[in-house]
């Protein structure tokens, strides 16, 4: 009897204690109780900054092309810590530098200034500036600068694309440029960096100055992606030379998909392996050889329907130093009117947005540069010429 009650007495205390130690552990933060905000023992958040724009858009209205813009964004500190700008960054064909110290105190202004060059621009443009701040509240801002660029020469559409052309087709297209009214402007030359385009130009209908430029690919054009350029010279002191891109992909017997390759790589991110598929719908073919102009990539082929279809796995290399990348895939094969067959290859590594950047602006410079000095039988439509190049295909006439 006194061993049931003694046993009766520890089991008590036991569940007794228990209870003691949860309410402690529960007082004191355990998980099964949250514990209020104010009780949280740290360091208090700082004061915080706050940034405030007098404006966010800038209008310069209408301005001739070849005018520099120039416009400065002020902004203050209306909170109660320091501000930082962390970073400035403008896009294409603007500048942007931060003028003031990179950290503003309360109640204190700074001012980005901005640059734009309106050198081959045309209609109406926007371009934009974006700033990182360690503003809580607001730290990514976007700053625009627009309005309207008149071009004594307005050139509609600015490149040709002839899309995908049959062997042996006939194709045209056009290019319409309006002149400025009262000022004179005449075409002096025309030229073009292959001599499988021709060139013909005609006045525009009406009272309105300006001529139709006609681009006619010629039937003899080479097999596979063809890149060239038309040089126009007028007597415009502000756009005396004028430049349009051409593209045309010409389809044989052998068909790939896709055209050209594009790799891209940050870090350890990007896209770094593309398959190209080589099929015909006709007589059979054999890919007799693959390689690559660079050891920066590799390609194997696989045979997927014996004699009509393969494919071909190319992947760029682990290591690869930052900046562009240019380079070709060549295909041999045993058809006689495809026997080498060339697929650009573009890619960047790095970081993509600079790349971006770097590339519109190299693609407006090389649009509006000085014209290319040329031998007249590369400028000009010559038809003994062009049967002395019949024999290359797949070819890609790129000027950098």
Known sequence: MKRAFFMAFLISL??????????????AGSPGQAVPEDDVVGEAAGPAPKIAFDSQEFDFGRVDSGDSIEHAFTFKNEGQGDLTIKQ??????CTAALVSNKTIEPGKSGEINTTFKTKGYQGRVTKTVRVQTDDPGNPNITLKISGTIVAEV???PRSVNFGNLKSGEEAAREVTLSFAP???????????????FKIETQPL???????VVRITAHKALPIGCNTERITI??????????QIPVYAFVQGDIAISPQILSFRKSGTTGLTSRTLTVATSGAEFKIAGVEVSSTLFTAETKE????????????????????RIHEKLLIKTDNAQQP??????????????KMKNDMMMKKDRREFAEPIVRGQSDMRFNPDEMRKKGGETGTISEEN
Do not use: H, W
């Not at 010279?233 to 004028?242: A, F, K």
């Not at 997927?304 to 900046?323: F, L």
């Open 233 to 242: 010279l007028t007597s415009s002191e502000r756009m005396g030379t004028l």
């Open 14 to 27: 036991f569940a007794t204690s228990v209870l003691f130690m949860t309410a402690c552990d529960q007082d």
């Open 205 to 211: 209908d009406g009272d309105e100055e300006g001529v």
């Open 182 to 196: 009262g000022k004179n402007i005449s075409i002096k030359d025309l030229s073009s960096t292959s001599a499988f």
């Open 304 to 323: 997927v329907e014996p004699g009509k279809k393969y494919e071909i796995v190319v992947k760029m290399a682990d290591a690869v130093k930052d900046g």
């Open 154 to 156: 307005m050139m509609e």
């Open 88 to 93: 400035v960054r403008s896009s294409c064909g």
């Open 340 to 353: 080498l067959i060339t697929i650009p290859i573009y890619g960047s590594v790095g970081d993509f947005s």
